[in-house]
Each structure stands twice: as structure tokens, then as C-alpha cells.
């Protein structure tokens, strides 16, 4: 590394035009960006405190946005490792964070060049997510060079999803679930008595960076893959206690309670197909007229020497993808399985991405500014709303959502599921359970 | 029955019919079990109700992790009561101590068999020792695993030195079972280390005291420490736990000690002024357990509690689960408000009846606190429903009868208390 980095600290030419070519692309002043991408860094190295801070910006930051809602007293670097309030649809914007609070709402980009700035001065020390929107830096002591840091995560516009369930169905057939495991669910709900307006949520797994489900896992069997921040269950290893899904705020785990009738040949559209395009060597077949990525055999040109895996292995050959033995527990894999596939056309892809009709859902590495989450969030209309899910469990989701969050007493409605498909996979292994009814029902 | 009023070694040999038809009884029980328990492994944990919370609209833990907890209370309440007599050496209450010992390994010996009977994939139990030295530091089931270890250790070690103790101090003939016990518990032993052994049973008892009132509330913070679940969170779990875990404790001794009383009519070893202490200790333990209760609910049915919380409070004082939570209150405050109000004048039997219904009302508590929380999801999905299968059912009432099983096998094995002489009958 060459430049000034002394006391640990990375601006050099390199620097500079990477923080140019980042900040060209907001409407804001550049200079200024830089300014506070250089010193959010001294300020994460403890060279200048978070006072000195906003009071060196306080006058820029009012002139150039108009505003700026930062409390002078915030928490220490540690503590802005992951600042809710500076996140996208957090409630009080930029209160308390090292970084100039402005509101989303109403001007987007003005948000982006701070981001931005944050982003600059985290890449280089490391510190995850300063600018707690989109960024969540992965790795500590990384390169300034390495800025493209993988973390998969997914930006889901709820104000797109028309609740068809294309991502419910298209998630179990391609991991060759049973139909009461739904990795992917979409939630229905009203908000209060007085509107009929329904709305959704559609929920897989958050992939959380903070994921208190790997915590609680007494045998390390859930655990997060550090080079691209994917959350997994190591099938081998699982005792089936469900101690994650106790920990889980969100609902996404789904014990295998039963034995598959037919223990799931997995397929998966990776699969390494023979000369008829058809059977990998495995003996597991792809079925290309399933619903999900459109493989026409003929396209795919294997090279012997070309690493593609295909089975419930992940490239490091951990028992991980596609659907859970029996006694085991299984949720959403971010389809590790394509992940891992080595082929272009399916890395970044999920099954549920492929089939929403809406494009509701952008699956991508939110690390990168091109990624589809990234450049959806960067595209929506400046007065729609984000959020994480359940942000203050403190867990670090990785999907952002566009739209409303769901208040806590949301009522739940009859579908997208109707009861009668509900009941159907409740009574699916146990016949003798009850019937369950949606509040509306009793009503 | 016998007029005797000393106590014998009698139980170590006599086999009354009664005796008998109980083994049969308890056997049997046992088979049932076997039965489910092979049936649950070929089919899964399907042949429970559990579900998952959410979609499946279910509760994903269910009676055998309520009954993990409390047996695991009880072995925690008879590890400090064993701790309190053995460490302030109240040998008037040394059949008591000898009780309790026996039952808090039991009971510990029980908590962890329901944990494995509870997982999805039971022969993989051992992973969990394998893969202990990097989730210990975070994993609660860890801590667990690792507490109810050290219980089982440190009640086997204070039963072998207390019988050492015993058996060099005086030598009745002892039939053939406890003969071999003592050959094994006495190797190299001789009269002289009676003073050292005496001073090495008090300090073990202290150390089982502090064992009770520090890792003794792990498996309450099982839950303590899980910020996903409004309900479990909380500092005070480890307190509730422990609260209900003296409770339960002296519950189980005052219901052992009043059965061998009144079938062996041990007046001197069962005194009624043990049965006061036990009493006593019941009637405090019963109010601690209410404060705590009262502590641990009313902050959550307040209008000012978060909803998440709130919405669980109300159904379990006013809403779907208040017939059992009042339920369980009221099988532990008349008991013990009765206590209170007519202290040891209503005798031995009824004492073992408050006893019985104790045991029961905290039962069902620990039942509640373990299902309460995942029945209401926090995203908008309907209400979970939770009603055991049969497997469920004769599983957890297996897991007392062999419980239970073992006490009475345990009586045919070691002595209850010290004896010089063997007593006539
Ligand atoms: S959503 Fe739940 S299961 Fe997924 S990573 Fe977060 S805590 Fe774990
Ligand atoms: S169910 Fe499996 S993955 Fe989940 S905590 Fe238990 S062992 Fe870990």
C-alpha cells in the first residue's frame, strides 16, 4: 500500500479516484464527500472524536442539505459498527451516528453521498456498515483496492408484490422441499380495523450479519460462510434441537419433522449434466421444464475441466444445500447451490428472483453500488420507504425492503394461503392436529 | 404394618407385594415408553404435535423441554437441600440429606434424557460433546449440557463420600447388593478418616450450595438469554427457575419423606420435627415462588408493556391459556396459604398432599413458559395451537415413572441413613 496510511489510514491516489468516481454519480458536492470519507476514518482510528466530528461538518452538511439531525453525542466507533438510525427507514435518521443525519424521505441522493462517504472511510479500516444503509463491509483489514466484498442480500419492493406465491412454489421445487417447509413465505396482513387495504411481506430467511440463530446452534451447526455472508445449516451435523429457530425472530426455520415420502433427489439447475444433457454423475436428474431457471441442455457446454458441483454439498463440502434430512433443520440457503455453482449464468441468481412476475425481488451482492438490490434501492422514487425487518433485534438483516414495515399488531388475513391449504400441510404428517383459523375468520 | 418406629435397614431387604406390583407397574410404564420413544425415532418428531411457530402455526418446543425444566428445577432444589444439611451437618435430617442426593441425580439423570429424547435427530447427541469446546461460549444448550454434567458429578461424589462416611462409621450385616456397594465405596477406607471424611462432607455440601445458587440457574437462562421470542428474554429467568426449582425440591422431599414415613413409621430418622423443617421450607419456598411469579407477570400485563409481551401476558392471565396458568397458581398459593394458616397440625398425609399439588402447579407453569412465547409469532401469522400426541404424552409421564423406577431400585441399594447396629423388627 502506497500513500499516506501512517496511523493505519488509506487515502492515496487510488483513493481519491475511487472516492471521485463514487460521489460523481450523486448530485451533491464531491469535495465534502471525500472530506468525510477521509475523516470518518480518523475518527473509526480514534485520531479525532465523534464531537470534533460533527462539528467540523455541522455547518457544511446544513449548508449543502439543509439539515443535518445527528444528537452531538453519539455512540463510539465500536458502537457505529451498525447504526439503525442512519439505515435506510430508520425511525430517527442519522440520530446519534458519526455521520451527518439527513431524512431519506424526500431526498434520496443527498443520503447517497453519505452513504458513500461512510463507505469510503469504511473500507479502509474495515469498520462494517458505517454508513449503515446498504453497506455492510464485510472483512476487517481489507485492501482499499478490495471494496467488492461479497455479501448476498436481497431488496425486496413489497409495493411490487402482487402475492401470487411464483417465489413460494418456485423455492420449494427447486429445493425439493415438502410443501409445509416454506423457506419463502409471503405474509398477508391488515394494519388496522379501518382500512381493507391488504398488504404482504414476503419473507425468506434475512440472512442476518449479527445472526442470533448461529449463537444459540450448541453444536455450530448453523453457521454464516464469512466470504459471502450466506447462512447455513450443516446437515451433517444438525441435532435437530431447534434452539435457532427459537432464537430466530422472523419464523424461517423448518424442521424436517417427518421423512420426505421420497427422500428428495435434489435437483437443482447446476446440476452437471451428461452428453444428453440430462444426468449428472451423480445419477441426479434435471428436470429442465420445472418452473425456475430455463435450461435448454443444448445451451450448456460443459468443460470437463471447469469445477461445477452439484449436490447437496457446498464448495467447501459442507452437507448444506437443498432440502434437509429427516430430523433436520432447513430454511432458505440464498440457493447456495447456485452460488456455488461456478456457472455464470446462475451465480447471483435465486429461484424466487427468477420467478417473480413483478420483479419484486433483486438478489445480489449488496456490496456492490451495480449489484440489482443496490441499483434498485438507488432507482426507487425518493418518497418510498425502506426498512429491515424487526431492526431492533439487533440482528443485521441482509434483505432491505421497500415499503411499509409491518406494524406489531398487524392482523393476518386468509391468504395469499387459504386456510384450506394451511390446514392441508398442517394435516400433511398429522392428521389429528387442529384446524387453525385466521383472526378474521373468528371475527 | 409394622409398629416399628426406628429406622432399619429393613427396606434394603424386605420385598412386600405392594413393592412388587409397584416394580411391575413402573416396568411396564417403561416398556410404553421404550415403545413410544421407537416410535418417535422411526417417525420423526412428527409423532408429536410440535410445529414450527409461524406458518406451521404450531410450538416447536413443547412438553419435554417444559418437563426438562423442571426436572432440572428439582434436581437444582434437592442439590442445595442435600448442600444445606450436609454443610451445617443437621444430622437429625440426614435421611433427608441421603433423599436428596438420590433424587437430585435422578432428577438430573432425567433432564438430560429429555433433552435427547427432544432432539430431531437423537443418535447425534454426542456431536454436541464433540463440538462443546467452541459453543460453550455462547451456546445456551452448551451451558446446559455442561451444568447438568457437573450436578450429576458433584451428587455422585457427595453420595459416595456420605455412604464412605456411613459405612466406616458402623458395619450392620447389609444384604448382598449393599455389601458390594460398600466393598466399592470403602476401598482403602479405615476408621481413622472419619473426622476427615466428616469435614470433607461439609465442605462438599457447601460446595453444592453455591453449585445451586450460581449454575443452578442455567437452565432457566436457557430461555434468559434468547431475544428472539418476547417473553423468554429476561434477567430474572435464572431467579424464576431457581424460585421454582426450591419449590419443587422440597415439594419432592416432603412427599418422600411422608410416603416412607407412613410405610415404614420411621419416627426417629422422619421425626415430626423434620416434617416441621420440611414444612417450613415448603411454606417459604411457596410464597418466594408466588413474588416471583407475581414479579415476573405483572410487568407484562400492564398496558405499558410491549406488545409483543402484552399480547402473551393477556393470554395467560384473561385470554386462552388463564385456565391453565390460574390453574397453576392456585395449586401452589392454597397449599401453601393452608401451610401458612394451619402449619404441621393437619399432619404428614395432607402435607403430602400440598406436596403432590405443588409439583403439579409448577409442572404446569414450566409448560407454559416454554409454549406461551412461541404460540405468538412476530410477524403477522396466525396463533400457534399446541395439544401433546400420545407419544408426547406417555414419553413425559415415562420419563417420571422411570424416574420413579429408579428411587424405588435405589431403595433396595443404599441405605437411607446411618446406622451402627441393625435394628430388630
Ligand atoms: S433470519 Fe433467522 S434463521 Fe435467518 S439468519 Fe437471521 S436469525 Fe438466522
Ligand atoms: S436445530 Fe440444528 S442448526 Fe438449529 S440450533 Fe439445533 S443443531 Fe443447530
Known sequence: ?443 | MSQRTDYSLNHLRSVSTGYVALLIVLLAATLLTLEAIIQQVQDGLVATDMAQQGTQAGATWGLYIGTFEWFAGMAVGALAITGYIRFNQLEQYQMVARLSNIWAFICGLSAAWLIIIDLGTPHRVLVILTSWHETVLHSPLAWDVTFVTTLMVFTLTMLVLSLRLDFVKGNPSLPIQTRILERIVTIGATPKEVPKLEEMRRWLGLGLLVLAFTAGMIPGLLMGVVGGQPGYFGSERGIVFLAAGLLTGVALLNLTAGVLRSLFSWRDALSNEVFRGLGRALTLFGFVYLIVLFNDVLPVVTDMAPFFEGRIGEAMVTGSLAPLFWLSVLLVAVPTLLLAVFKYRLGVTVQSIYAVAILLGVWIKAQLTVVEPLLFPNLPAIEGTYSPTVVEWVITLGAMAIALLLFVLALKLIPLAHRDTEVSS
Request: with cysteine; proline share 6%.
Open chain 1, 1 to 443: 500500500m502506497t500513500g499516506n496510511n501512517t496511523s493505519g489510514l488509506y487515502f492515496d491516489e487510488e483513493w481519491e479516484s475511487d472516492a471521485e468516481d463514487r460521489l460523481s454519480v450523486v448530485d451533491y458536492d464531491t469535495e465534502l464527500g471525500k472530506k468525510l470519507g477521509r475523516d470518518a476514518q480518523r475518527l473509526a482510528a480514534g485520531e479525532i472524536s465523534q464531537t470534533e466530528f460533527h462539528e467540523k461538518y455541522h455547518e457544511d452538511v446544513v449548508d449543502e442539505f439543509g439539515v443535518d439531525e445527528r444528537a452531538t453525542i453519539g455512540p463510539t466507533p465500536e458502537e457505529f459498527g451498525y447504526d439503525t438510525d442512519t439505515a435506510p427507514g430508520g425511525d430517527g435518521d442519522g440520530g446519534g451516528g458519526p455521520l451527518p443525519g439527513v431524512p431519506d424521505d424526500g431526498d434520496h441522493s443527498r443520503r447517497s453521498v453519505l452513504k458513500t462517504a461512510g463507505v469510503l472511510g469504511a473500507a479502509a479500516v474495515g469498520l462494517n456498515g458505517v454508513a449503515g444503509a446498504a453497506e455492510t463491509l464485510a472483512d476487517e483489514n481489507e485492501d482499499e483496492e478490495e471494496v467488492e466484498d461479497l455479501q448476498w442480500g436481497m431488496a425486496i419492493n413489497q409495493n411490487n408484490c402482487i402475492a401470487c406465491l411464483n417465489c413460494v412454489e418456485a423455492c420449494n421445487e427447486e429445493n425439493n422441499n415438502t410443501p409445509d417447509a416454506l423457506w419463502m413465505f409471503v405474509h398477508r396482513y391488515v394494519e388496522d380495523d379501518y382500512t381493507e387495504d391488504e398488504e404482504y411481506l414476503t419473507r425468506p430467511c434475512q440472512h442476518c450479519s449479527d445472526a442470533p440463530c448461529t449463537a444459540a446452534c450448541p453444536v455450530a451447526s448453523r453457521h454464516t460462510r464469512e466470504e459471502d455472508g450466506i447462512v447455513l445449516t450443516d446437515y451433517e451435523t444438525c441435532i435437530g434441537c431447534r434452539y435457532c429457530e427459537i432464537a430466530c425472530p422472523y419464523g424461517v426455520n423448518y424442521l424436517q419433522w417427518a421423512t420426505p415420502e421420497e427422500k428428495a433427489e435434489f435437483k437443482s439447475s447446476g446440476i452437471p449434466l451428461d452428453e444428453n444433457g440430462e444426468v449428472d454423475e451423480d445419477g441426479i436428474r434435471l428436470d429442465s421444464d420445472e418452473p425456475g431457471i430455463e435450461l435448454d441442455s443444448e445451451e450448456i457446454e460443459l468443460d470437463s475441466e471447469q469445477e461445477v458441483r452439484f449436490d447437496t454439498k457446498t464448495k467447501d463440502g459442507v452437507e448444506a444445500a437443498g432440502p434437509p434430512d429427516h430430523g433436520v433443520m432447513g430454511k432458505c440457503t440464498f440457493c447456495v447451490h447456485r452460488q456455488d455453482s461456478g456457472r455464470e449464468e446462475l451465480v447471483g441468481t435465486t429461484a424466487c428472483e427468477d420467478v417473480c412476475p413483478t420483479d419484486a425481488i433483486h438478489f445480489g451482492n449488496l456490496e456492490d453500488p451495480e449489484s440489482a438490490p443496490r441499483q434498485h434501492l438507488d432507482d426507487i422514487e425518493e418518497n418510498e420507504s425502506t426498512f429491515r425487518l424487526l431492526e431492533d433485534h439487533g440482528t443485521e438483516p441482509n434483505i432491505i425492503y421497500v415499503g411499509n414495515e409491518p406494524s406489531a399488531d398487524a392482523t393476518p388475513v386468509e391468504g395469499p394461503r387459504t386456510l384450506e391449504d394451511m390446514n392441508r400441510d398442517l394435516h400433511l404428517h398429522r392428521t389429528d392436529r387442529e384446524p387453525v383459523a385466521y383472526p378474521s375468520e373468528d371475527e
